[in-house]
């Protein structure tokens, strides 16, 4: 890639890694979130408050635009606050439109809660208000004027993200009724996805408006944990139902058709891969 200027407003994991793989290309990255020490070399911190105008002053021209910010809270506005206030702010202070947008939103818009197939193309009435923030961040950044990409994840796991296998290792997992779908992508694939479609951009290559990232395998949460369990050579003795949105599988196939492939399909590679480290 010739040298690109890549602002990620939101720098967090997703954020960080992708911009070490755009530096690695030869881009000229730029990650903003409030505390910039963890950063690493070969991205450009800066240090500022999504929320705060003021403090947006003086942000650099991008050619692309990452807004991969996620609340550190359940409240609600702070939902606002980063999902929309913030990508309002960052849009107004730079001196320049990007010449494309990607904002990651979540798979928490979707309302279909009957194991029911969605895609790209499926009606969105989020049942929640943190559905309906993330819904209006997504239409922000589609009605911005810029050429934007939402790229809808389901549930990320990969390093660091223990929460399942806590759960099991503590002998706990969801019972197998009510049947409730789990859908996820491993932290590299997100990465390898954003990539992927800045790729693609760069390349000329007209994006779709809304790519739904999730693996091959919608998997019944309940045999996910069994899985892990068997590895962990732990058995269950508690079966506790999970506390998610509704019960469906994401498809997956716009995204595949774009020529991403998947580094982990299903959750079988992706834990194998987790529990060799
Ligand atoms: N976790 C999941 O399973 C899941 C599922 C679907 C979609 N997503 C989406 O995936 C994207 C990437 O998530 P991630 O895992 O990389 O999240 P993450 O590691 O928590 O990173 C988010 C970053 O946003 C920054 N941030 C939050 N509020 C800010 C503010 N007011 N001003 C400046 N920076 C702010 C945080 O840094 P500071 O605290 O230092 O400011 C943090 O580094 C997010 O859009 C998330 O909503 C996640």
């Known amino acids: 890639m010739r040298e690109q200027r890549v602002l990620i407003a939101g720098c967090g994991d997703i954020g960080t890694r992708l911009g070490l793989r755009l530096s690695a290309t030869g881009a000229q990255v730029f990650g903003l979130r409030r505390t910039i020490n963890q950063l690493p070399d070969g991205i450009h911190g800066i ?6 105008p003021a403090a947006l002053r003086g942000l650099p021209a991008c050619d692309y635009l990452f807004y991969t910010a996620a609340a550190n809270s359940t409240d609600l506005e702070v939902y606002r606050a980063t999902y929309i206030k913030g990508l309002r702010h960052v849009l107004a202070a730079l001196p ?5 947008l990607f904002l990651t939103s979540s798979t928490g818009v ?6 029911d197939w969605v895609d790209e193309q499926s009606p969105v009435r989020p049942d929640s208000e943190r559905g309906r923030i993330l819904q209006a961040s997504e239409q922000l950044a589609l009605t911005s004027g810029i050429p934007a990409t939402v790229v809808r994840f389901s549930g990320i796991y990969g ?6 296998q ?3 290792k503590a002998g706990i997992a969801a019972p197998a009724t009510p049947l409730h779908y789990s859908n996820r992508i491993h932290r590299d694939d997100c990465v390898g ?23 091959d ?10 899985w892990l369990a068997e590895r962990f050579g732990v058995s269950i003795d508690t079966r506790q139902p999970v506390r998610r949105s509704g019960s469906k599988r994401c498809n997956n196939r716009r995204l595949k058709a774009s ?4 580094v982990y399909p299903d959750y079988r590679s992706g834990y194998a891969s987790l529990l060799r480290e």
């Open 47 to 52: 240090a500022a408050d999504l929320t705060d």
């Open 96 to 100: 320049e439109p990007p010449r494309h």
């Open 110 to 115: 979707y309302h279909q809660h009957e194991h």
């Open 159 to 164: 390093p660091g993200r223990t929460h399942l």
């Open 166 to 168: 806590r759960q099991v």
């Open 193 to 215: 996805v954003l990539q992927h479609l800045l790729q693609k951009a760069e390349d000329g290559t007209a994006l779709k408006p809304l790519y739904l990232a999730s693996d």
């Open 217 to 226: 395998c919608p998997t019944p949460i309940h045999e996910v944990m069994e």
């Open 259 to 262: 020529g991403y492939r998947f």
